[in-house]
């Protein structure tokens, strides 16, 4: 009978570099990458989630034809203010989680060559997600990189970058969760050597030989 990879959960705080290294994986070793913030763009079209939000935030989170939720309206909201935050987590995180559980059982049937697999997602430890994964990795960077990134990736003012960076857990709080710990603040070609590094253990452990 075909056994399971082991599923690694990659976390780590905003802007840090974690979709800088899971597609390192990627392209480098063919790991494949299961990414929450897809999957969670993917559920706000679900016209069950869809009416459970306008029912915690109101319609003004639609667009203008009110067909779809405006993403960018409804992060406006959420990523100033912990507790509304905490209600679309409460939302959107038990659909997420299905979603992701669908994926990774297709994707242990449709990649059974990988040697593990990946699930990124900022909010792993928060969700029930962390109870899918065998082991989990972070990537941390220095608040002052990192808000220089938002501000320049998203256009936002530093204010507005601070208060995402302030409403999220810190580099702290994800590294001492975590089996292996990147510093995605640095350059790249010394986090992907890194990422090389950490896939050669991963093989020395023998991960790729089926997990039960
Ligand atoms: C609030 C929403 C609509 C904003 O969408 P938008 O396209 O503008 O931003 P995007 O999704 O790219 O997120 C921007 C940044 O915020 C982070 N982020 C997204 N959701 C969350 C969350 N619930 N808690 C903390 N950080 C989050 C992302 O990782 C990313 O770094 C969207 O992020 C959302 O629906 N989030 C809830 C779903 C969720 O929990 N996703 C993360 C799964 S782990
Ligand atoms: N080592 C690095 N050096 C310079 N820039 C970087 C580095 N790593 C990431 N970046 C840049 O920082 C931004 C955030 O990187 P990335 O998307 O990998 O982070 P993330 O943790 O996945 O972000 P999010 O929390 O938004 O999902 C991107 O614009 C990326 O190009």
């Given amino acids: 009978m075909r056994q399971n990879k082991p599923v690694i959960g990659i976390t780590g705080t905003i802007a840090a570099g974690k979709s800088t ?101 900022i909010e792993l430890l928060r969700s029930p997600l962390k109870d899918m994964v065998q082991e989990v990795w972070a990537v941390c960077a220095d608040p002052q990189v990192r808000i220089r990134r938002i501000m320049k990736r998203q256009n936002l003012t530093e204010a507005e970058a601070v208060a995402r960076v302030q409403s999220q857990w810190s580099d702290e709080e994800y590294s001492r969760r975590a089996a292996v710990v990147f510093d ?24 790729g030989e089926g997990h039960g």
């Avoid at 790991?31 to 319609?59: M, N, R, W, Y």
């Avoid at 409804?74 to 995180?93: C, E, M, P, Q, Y």
């Avoid at 995605?184 to 991960?207: F, H, I, N, S």
């Fill in 21 to 121: 290294v899971s597609r390192y994986f990627r392209d480098a070793y063919r790991i494949p990458i299961l990414d929450a913030d897809v999957v969670g763009h993917e559920v706000l079209l679900e016209d069950g989630v869809k009416q459970e939000l306008t029912k915690a935030f109101g319609s003004d989170i639609l667009n203008a034809d009110q067909k779809q939720v405006d993403r960018r309206k409804l992060g406006k909201i959420v990523f100033t203010d912990a507790k509304a935050l905490n209600r679309l987590n409460s939302i959107t995180h038990p659909v997420i989680c299905i979603r992701i559980d669908e994926a990774i059982a297709k994707t242990q049937e449709a990649e059974p060559e990988a040697p593990f697999l990946l699930v990124e997602a």
């Fill in 184 to 207: 995605g603040g640095g350059d790249t070609p010394a986090l992907y050597a890194q990422c090389d590094r950490v896939y050669a253990r991963m093989m020395e452990r023998g991960e």
